[in-house]
Every structure is written in C-alpha cells, then in structure tokens.
C-alpha cells in the first residue's frame, strides 16, 4: 500500500475558512472518481500553533502506479488548480505500507 499525505497552508485573506471548506469538500470526493484512489481522509485544522498547517489529507493507493494515475487524472487537477489559488504552500509525504 503507498500512502499519500499532504498538508496545506492557505493563504490569510477574507474566505479563507470557506476556502478550505471547499478544498476539504473537493478532494474528499475524489474518492468517488479516481478509481486508483483506495480511500481518502480530510481532516481541518483547530491547532492554534504559528507552525499548523490548515488542512491534510491522507490518501490510500494499492501502489506507486496508483498514485501515479491520481496525480494526473482531469479531476485530481482541478482539485489541484482550486489549492494553487488559494494555498500560500504544501508539504507532502509518500511512502509504502505493508
């Protein structure tokens, strides 16, 4: 199993917390539409600490090809357009699980 995390800073201006809503609301249904993806899991930020990230998520795939095809699917993407809009940075994580 290959594990995809990443973590998500968004940019400080008016919207953000509907921002991350909809990101949030996005990659979860992701699910539902890349077939390599195995599960997703979100989870938004309530830490008050200067260094937290603002929202993770934690993908499931049964391999590197897996990962790979969710990376380029048309729906991933336009996930990924919506982040680069709004998100300051991001941080990620891959590694493989037994």
């Known amino acids: 199993m290959v594990v995809h995390v ?8 008016e ?3 509907e921002a991350v809503l909809r990101a949030a609301e996005m990659i979860d249904a992701l699910v539902l539409k890349v077939p390599s993806l195995r ?3 979100t989870g ?3 830490s008050p600490e200067e260094r937290a990230m603002d929202l993770c998520l934690i993908a499931r795939f049964d391999d590197r090809e897996g990962l790979e095809e969710y990376a380029v ?4 993407q336009k ?5 680069k809009e709004k998100a300051e940075y991001s941080k990620v994580v891959d590694y493989e699980k037994e």
């Open 6 to 13: 990443v973590m998500i800073r968004f940019r400080e201006e």
């Open 15 to 17: 919207g953000e917390e």
């Open 39 to 41: 599960s997703m899991e």
């Open 44 to 46: 938004i930020n309530f």
């Open 73 to 76: 699917h048309p729906e991933h």
């Open 79 to 83: 996930v990924i357009a919506f982040i």
